[in-house]
């Protein structure tokens, strides 16, 4: 069916070249836009003042009286915001990052590699917009806290999820890998639930020595152990009448399990070294990234108690497995992450992008937004190109979780490798891939570098 005119885009073509002019406006009216032209910078200007609709600008640098630099300067001196993609010969010269930092959304190389490359832009042109549109709908009227960016219909499903659950007192279990957003969804459960202005009170459970796990949960009275000073209030209590955010439940000791369970059932619990019971009223959240039917098989876990976590089960997805997602993470990361408070936030370019997508994200969201924020600063708030991100492979520069490879049962020597590599690997990541800065950031000389570096690329 064909679109009407208020759904069909109006892309301005301006280059002096009539034979590429046509071509382009002949390929993009093929693709179902509305295409005009322009043949010099002066032909832009009276087209853009007269006709409101165009959406895009093909920008040609070199054209005569009044060049594609001159002209953006032009526009963006004017107050036009419509989005540029720049045209040039010399894409990997100073021009077409000049042109980028004066505010082109993107630069095509001349010739072009193919038709298919020119449509694929301006396609991406037109949804990077919408992607952008709904970071800002999605913020509007809600707390930082509670911003969960995804459209994904792996999201959709945690959305609705936590829309059926949300006003009950239902237990609810959040799985999955480390830094995909298990705390955010608690955060959301808690302010979209009956018990919003009650608190909700965080633990995570594997920070927590196992010395003092239970009395951090449950409290203790005075004289209970050594240091017990006075009567404290656990975390249970502090959050009677709102939520408590159990994290990294896997790791509970079988003595707080049994008390977890208790309070669970009955709503009741006593302090250590106490024989008062407690009563309170409080909703379970948990989250783990362990496969806790596993550890229950392995006799880590409670059965009976994770059926009762168990109730709700929310199963946070991979970053890797909802890539359609990243474009509007990046925008939220950059409107996150400014330069400066008064700053604009920084623009990133497609090959960026792109090479955002394509990556496979061990650390899943925590990692992609630690990356944009490492990349404005490398770029100091202005253009973010795929210069800029993703120096060194991530997955190597990720430090080893210690304790999770010794539970997989990974050796002493195995561990140590591991780390050396992802040292190595970190060190060229902050030192932008330069080997004698690398070395001098371990405190090695760059003959010792490089052999280490030779033995792992063996490896």
């Keep these: 069916m064909a679109s ?20 382009l406006v002949e390929l993009l009216e093929d693709e179902g836009y509305s295409v005009v032209g322009a043949r010099s910078g002066s032909e832009v200007l009276a087209q853009l003042g007269s ?26 001196k004017d107050g036009h915001e419509v989005p540029v993609i720049v045209m040039t010969a010399h894409g990997t010269s100073s021009t077409a990052i000049r042109a980028i930092q004066m505010g082109a959304h993107d630069y095509l190389l001349k010739p072009f590699a193919s038709n298919d490359d020119v449509v694929l832009r301006v396609r991406r042109l037109f949804e990077y917009q919408a992607l952008a549109s709904r970071v800002k709908e999605l913020g509007q009227g809600l707390d930082a806290r509670e911003r969960i960016i995804g459209n994904s219909p792996a999201m959709q499903a945690v959305y609705r999820t936590i829309g059926l659950s949300a006003g009950s007192n239902a237990s609810v279990l959040i799985t999955g890998e480390t830094g995909t957003g298990k705390e ?17 009170v965080k633990v995570n459970c594997g920070a927590l020595p196992e010395t003092l796990l239970e009395s951090e949960l449950f409290g203790h009275e005075k004289g209970s152990f050594t240091g017990a000073l006075a009567q404290r209030r656990g975390r249970f209590e502090l959050a009677h009448k709102g939520s408590i ?9 079988p003595a707080a399990q049994k008390k977890l369970l208790r309070v669970l059932q009955e709503g009741e619990f006593e302090r250590v070294g106490g024989s008062v019971t407690v009563k309170v009223d409080v909703r379970v959240i948990t989250a783990t990234n362990r496969d806790l039917l596993q550890e229950v098989a392995e006799g880590n876990f409670r059965e ?30 950059l409107n996150k992450y400014r330069n400066s408070p008064g700053s604009p936030p920084s623009r ?14 061990p650390g899943n969201v925590r990692q992609l937004e630690n990356e944009i924020e490492r990349a404005v600063v490398f770029s100091q708030g202005q253009v973010i190109t795929d210069q800029h991100v993703l120096h ?11 304790a999770a490879r010794l539970r997989q049962g990974a050796t002493f020597e195995a561990i140590v490798q591991e780390t050396e590599r992802a040292l190595l690997a970190e060190a060229l990541r902050q030192n932008d891939n330069i080997a004698e800065l690398a070395a001098r950031k371990l405190g090695l000389d760059p003959a010792q570098f490089a052999s280490l570096l030779e033995r792992h690329s063996s490896a």
């Design 392 to 402: 060194a492979p991530p997955s190597q520069a990720a430090f080893i979780d210690v």
């Design 348 to 361: 990133i370019t497609e090959e960026a992008l792109q090479k955002l997508v394509d990556y496979h994200w």
């Design 4 to 23: 009407t005119k208020a759904e069909t885009p109006t892309i301005l073509v301006a280059d002096d070249d009539d034979a590429v002019r046509g071509v």
């Design 245 to 253: 955010f159990l994290d990294e439940v896997g790791e509970l000791t």
């Design 304 to 333: 009976d108690l994770y059926y009762r976590l168990n109730v709700v089960h929310i199963q946070m997805p991979a970053l890797r497995e909802r890539d359609e997602d990243i474009p509007l993470l990046v925008e939220h990361f």
């Design 184 to 200: 955010l969804v608690a955060d959301t459960i808690h302010r979209n639930s009956r018990r919003k202005d009650g608190p909700i």
């Design 51 to 76: 006709n409101p609709s165009i959406s895009l600008l093909l920008l040609d640098v070199v054209m005569p009286n009044m060049d594609g630099l001159e002209t953006l300067e032009r526009l963006r």
